[in-house]
Nanobody, 119 residues
């Protein structure tokens, strides 16, 4: 059974930082591209960032570029999202997702972790 479990969310003031983690089980972690998405209240889920299996390809949404950093530890089956200079508009439920290395579908999702940024 594949599981993705996010952690590290919380309440932070604008300008602060949080580090999200997503630990996986039941899949060969190094065979997957890992991504982060978020969904704010009343809005569609949106892409935030992804990282390939070797960590040599990373991509960010324009809204978070320069503030967020994605990384992964294949030995720990975990992907991270370091979020700095947080803004109230970053408030959302953050989800991690897994896509097969040579695939195009985010087939596995976590349950999400809430990030709230106060002004």
């Amino acid at each position: 059974q594949v599981q993705l479990v996010e952690s590290g969310g919380g309440l932070v003031q604008a300008g602060g930082s949080l580090r999200l983690s997503c630990t996986t089980s039941g899949l060969t972690f190094s065979a997957y591209t890992m991504g982060w998405f978020r969904q704010a209240p009343g809005k569609e889920r949106e892409f935030v960032s992804y990282i390939n299996w070797r960590s040599d390809v990373k991509f960010y949404a324009q809204s978070v570029k320069g503030r967020f950093t994605i990384s992964r530890d294949n030995d720990k089956n975990t992907v991270y999202l370091q979020m700095n200079s947080l803004k109230p508009e970053d408030t959302a439920v953050y989800y991690c997702a897994a896509q097969p290395r040579f695939g195009s579908t985010w087939g596995y999702w976590g349950q999400g972790t809430q990030v709230t940024v106060s002004s």
